[in-house]
């Protein structure tokens, strides 16, 4: 135990409030975008030394005032895992489907949402109201698991979204087709009790209409933790995300080429 406290000014603090909006990146697992977190609730950034080895550490916290006034103690406990994990996970696979909600998509296949009453402002004066959809298809997803803990994953996917501004000058829906091009590297974790995978990309690569993006994160980022059920030749991964009463169930199906 140590014998003093880590201050950790108000500033490193940062704040949510409702539900986070989607990045422009569209990997397969940009709906982990959407917040799960609750309007009260806060993150703390503390930068802990990349040595911290594989394990579970606890630490102790407190909130304190310029009056003096301080909270009770709360212990919280942090599992740190070894990249890599399940050896049956290693190796190249190939996605074939995923159900949203109870919903089965499969490869190839569009999925897509209404949005109803909302409203087009033509460019001729004309008000009209609408309901119009948004469509994607996962065309292809490759994933690869490496033993030495890393990974890549590809994405080829189509979004048909609303042309607002084609909308607009003809005064019918127009929509607009945009083909994406993810690829992701970084490193995997496989938590043996829990079932749970989790990918931390540390570099991407995305291409809409001919224009590539390419990042590096030194850091890292959470790109996926969801639960797995593993077979010799296939896995389903489940994400499942919570916001207020609202539950949201997404199962990937991938087969091991």
Request: charged share 25%.
């Amino acid at each position: 135990m140590a014998d003093s406290y880590l201050d950790v000014p108000l500033s490193a603090m940062s704040y949510y409030s409702g539900k986070f909006t989607e990045t422009k990146k569209k990997n397969l697992f940009s709906k982990s975008a959407v917040s799960t977190r609750k309007d009260e609730n806060t993150s703390i950034n503390v930068d802990f030394s990349a040595q911290v080895p594989a394990g579970t550490f606890c630490y102790v916290i407190c909130l304190y005032d310029a009056q003096g006034n301080i909270s009770q103690p709360s212990e919280v406990c942090v599992t740190v895992e070894s990249w890599g994990g399940n050896i049956n996970l290693v190796g190249d696979w190939g996605y074939t489907k995923q159900v949203e909600n109870g919903h089965v998509v499969i490869a190839g296949e569009e999925s897509c949402s209404e949005h109803m009453g909302q409203t087009l402002y033509c460019d001729s004066g004309i008000t009209k109201e609408v309901t119009f959809i948004n469509c994607t298809s996962i065309d292809a997803l490759d994933m690869t698991f490496k033993s030495d803990g890393t990974y890549t994953y590809y994405v080829d996917s189509v979004d048909k979204n609303l042309d607002y501004e084609a909308s607009q000058a003809s005064c019918e829906l127009v929509y607009l087709d945009n083909r994406y091009v993810y690829t992701s590297k970084g490193n995997w974790a496989f938590n043996e009790e829990e079932s749970k995978l989790t990918l931390v990309e540390f570099e991407y690569s995305f291409t809409e209409d001919g224009i590539v993006e390419t990042e590096m994160n030194v850091e890292g980022e959470l790109v996926l933790e969801g639960k797995i059920e593993l077979t010799a030749n296939s896995f389903v991964l489940t994400e499942t995300y919570t916001y207020q009463e609202e539950v949201d169930v997404y199962e990937y199906y991938l087969n091991k080429k």
